[in-house]
């Protein structure tokens, strides 16, 4: 007989493992282990919610006719691998049927098992491997649009035969508004915690209480059905707008009319074809504007699909990265240190309270300022992989070491996201609540990103001079005086000093 493997982020039905498996007579594996807890110390929130959707999902499991055996946290094995020997013995087993990990590092533990382990594909992404490696193949660049275009034509969503409905792929120049005075979306369902999501919160109280991050209130759906609840009432309330508002940010609104579904659909508890099914019918039935549905859409077949393929591409060493040589250790800020920057506190003491920031607060803050401030690229990774509820290798690296940081050199990106405080600025109502004013370029107050862009810039001209993006920019650069660029460098690299000295910046 065989053991199914089914791991923390693998919580669906139509698993391909579960889909090969003879429930008569296979018997399926689930662990809660250290290992998985620790290889970073993960946000408690993150640790909760999957601990507890195991959990429900296993009791589902069970509830359709299957053999589960499932151990719990300190039980068992501290790894997948141990968890799998140990349950060949006790069920005799000879064989171990897995879908594809989302990790290089657990891929190849289980290629290394003393336990004969096959690994299926990971069918709940629309592009297999093959396929990704077949588009990228023979390209001179990797840009996401046009495999975007491939997975709408082979999924059929929003087409128009074979043109894209409404006569365009990309509806993107519509969906960058600045905040609006106000929103009229109360943000995210919230399921109270049931007795299973209480003993798992009493379980990471005692075991990982000390990690970054806030445990409660937690709030997160757990099972798919509380997950299909949550979308459903975002769909209704908060796709309309979704589109228009996608790169705005609120001092006092932390999910905007974002969907939060990352965590639910790396977990499997949501199917990415399924959600964005329900998000084309509301288009149809024109419940919602076609540049919300569309941005959303892209955003699931197109980006996640995408980053995905790069990661498989790239190989286990993609993290590894430091293409512009980032040295600098993170800063105190990040676990929360106080900062006058209001940007960076208000993400970091969101992520802390909820292990969510969206994505312009990913990219354009946290991730703005990590790249301007020269922080060691695998630093930055693992910060992001440790603090979001939705964040695993295979989706956080390619969007840390890549979009972010620039790390691999432009596979992904084909400039640097970097910003002075003047897209900040546009893009949200944080400045106006900031101790650094915005509109100071030099001296007392100024903002600290426009200081740093212009240090980054003049650091890594060699690499960006030549960029079509963003070369120009240089010729603005060039045009200042010369004792007024000393003066933005020398500010900067003050900045930097006394931020490395643990001084509040
Ligand atoms: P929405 O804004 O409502 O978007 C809908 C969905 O689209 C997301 O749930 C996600 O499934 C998908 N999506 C959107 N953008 C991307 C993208 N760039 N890559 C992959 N999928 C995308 N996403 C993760 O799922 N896990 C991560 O660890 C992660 N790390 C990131 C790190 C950085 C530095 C950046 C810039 C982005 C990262 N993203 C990550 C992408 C994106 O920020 C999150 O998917 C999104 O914020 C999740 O919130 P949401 O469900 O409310 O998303
Ligand atoms: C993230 C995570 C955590 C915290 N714990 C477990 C666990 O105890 N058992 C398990 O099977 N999976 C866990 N996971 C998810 C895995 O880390 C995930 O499957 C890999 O990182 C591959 O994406
Ligand atoms: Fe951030 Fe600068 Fe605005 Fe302050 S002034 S919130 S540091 S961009």
New binding site residues.
Partial sequence: MRLVLVLGDQLSPDLSALQKADKATDVVVMAEVADEANYVPHHPKKIAFLFAAMRKFANQLSDDGWTVDYTRLGDGSDSICGALLAATTRHGADHVLATEPGEWRLIDALRHCPVSVTQLPDTRFIASHAEFEAWADGRKTLRMEYFYRDMRRKTGLMMDGDSPAGGQWNYDAENRKPPPGGIDYAGPMRFTPDDTVEDVLTLVEKRFGNSFGDLRPFWFATDRGQARQHLAHWIANGLPH?GTY?DAMMDDER?MY??????Y??AGLLN?LEVCRAVEQAWQDGDVPINAAEG?IR??IG??EY?RGIYFREGPDYVKNNALNHTRNLPGMFWGDDTKMRCMSRCVEQTRQEA????IQ??MV??NFALLAGIAPYQVHEW??RV?A???EW??A???IG??QFADGGIIASKPYVSSGNYIHKMSDYCGHCEYSVTTKTGDGACPFNLLYWHFMDRHRDTFEANPRIGRIYGTWDRMDDGKKQTILNEAQDFLDRMDAGEKV
């Fill in positions: 979704f996608q999910f974002h969907a939060i579904v990352g965590l659909v790396n990415p959303f955003q699931i980006w996640r980053v969510y920031a969206h994505h990913r990219l946290t991730g992001y992989l979001y939705d964040a695993y989706v956080e390619p969007n840390v979009m972010s």
